[in-house]
T-cell receptor, first 109, second 116 residues
Framework: GQNIDQPTEMTATEGAIVQINCTYQ??????LFWYQQHAGEAPTFLSY??LDGLEEKGRFSSFLSRSKGYSYLLLKELQMKDSASYLC??????????WGAGTKLIIKP | GAVVSQHPSRVICKSGTSVKIECRSL??????MFWYRQFPKQSLMLMAT?????????EQGVEKDKFLINHASLTLSTLTVTSAHPEDSSFYIC????????????FGSGTRLTVV
C-alpha cells in the first residue's frame, strides 16, 4: 500500500530551528512536495524534490533521499506565523498525490 | 503568480438543496483541475479529477451523481453537491496543475460547506 509517516504534532520556539521528518512508501515515485496549511485554509506550495539532496528556499529547506523513502522539511528562524500543519506529499508513478494528515507545528514565544 | 479563485468561501444550505462551487484559474489555463474534500483534522481526500471538455474521473466511493463536476472551459470547473445532507458538510478545495511538476499544484482558497 501507499502510506506516509510524519509526527502528528511538534512544538518549537520562536527564532529556533525545527526539522519535520517524513517517511513514505509509494507505488513508484515522481517526486515529493511539501505544503503548508493553516487551520481553515487551503494548502500552499512550499517545495518540490525529485532528486536526492537538499533544496533551499529562504528560511525553508527540503531534503530527499529516494533510496530511504525519506524527506525532511527544515524551518529556520521560526516565526509565530509558521504555526500551521506541514504536509509531506509524495507523487506516485501515476502522478497521483498521496496525502497524509501532516504535522501540526506549534510555535511558542 | 498563478492563482486559483474559488467561491463561495462559505455556504450554509438546507438539507435536500444543491450547492454549486466554482473554481477559476486566473492568468493560466488549467486543462485539469482536482477536487478535494477535507474533514476536520484529516488529510485531503481526492474526490475527482476534472478534465476540460470531457467527463470527470471520480475516485472510488465518490458518487458521481451526487457530486456533479463540469469543466466547460480551460479556466472554469464547477462542483455541484446535489441533494445535500449534513454528512456532506466539509471543506471542499479545488486545485490545478501549473504545468511543470516542479511548480506544484496551486489550490483555491476552499469552500466551507455546512448543511443544516
Amino acid at each position: 500500500g501507499q502510506n506516509i509517516d510524519q509526527p502528528t504534532e511538534m512544538t518549537a520556539t520562536e527564532g529556533a530551528i525545527v526539522q519535520i521528518n517524513c517517511t513514505y512508501q509509494t507505488s513508484g515515485f515522481n517526486g515529493l512536495f511539501w505544503y503548508q496549511q493553516h487551520a481553515g485554509e487551503a494548502p500552499t506550495f512550499l517545495s518540490y524534490n525529485v532528486l536526492d539532496g537538499l533544496e533551499e528556499k529562504g528560511r525553508f529547506s527540503s531534503f530527499l533521499s529516494r533510496s530511504k523513502g525519506y524527506s525532511y522539511l527544515l524551518l529556520k528562524e521560526l516565526q509565530m506565523k509558521d504555526s500551521a500543519s506541514y504536509l509531506c506529499v509524495p507523487m506516485d508513478s501515476n502522478y497521483q498525490l498521496i496525502w497524509g494528515a501532516g504535522t501540526k507545528l506549534i510555535i511558542k514565544p | 503568480g498563478a492563482v486559483v479563485s474559488q467561491h463561495p468561501s462559505r455556504v450554509i444550505c438546507k438539507s435536500g438543496t444543491s450547492v454549486k462551487i466554482e473554481c477559476r484559474s486566473l492568468d493560466f489555463q488549467a486543462t485539469t483541475m482536482f477536487w478535494y474534500r477535507q474533514f476536520p483534522k484529516q488529510s485531503l481526500m481526492l474526490m475527482a479529477t476534472s478534465n476540460e471538455g470531457s467527463k470527470a474521473t471520480y475516485e472510488q466511493g465518490v458518487e458521481k451523481d451526487k457530486f456533479l463536476i463540469n469543466h466547460a472551459s480551460l479556466t472554469l470547473s464547477t462542483l455541484t453537491v446535489t441533494s445535500a445532507h449534513p454528512e456532506d458538510s466539509s471543506f471542499y478545495i479545488c486545485s490545478a496543475s501549473l504545468g511543470a511538476t516542479s511548480y506544484g499544484y496551486t489550490f483555491g482558497s476552499g469552500t466551507r460547506l455546512t448543511v443544516v
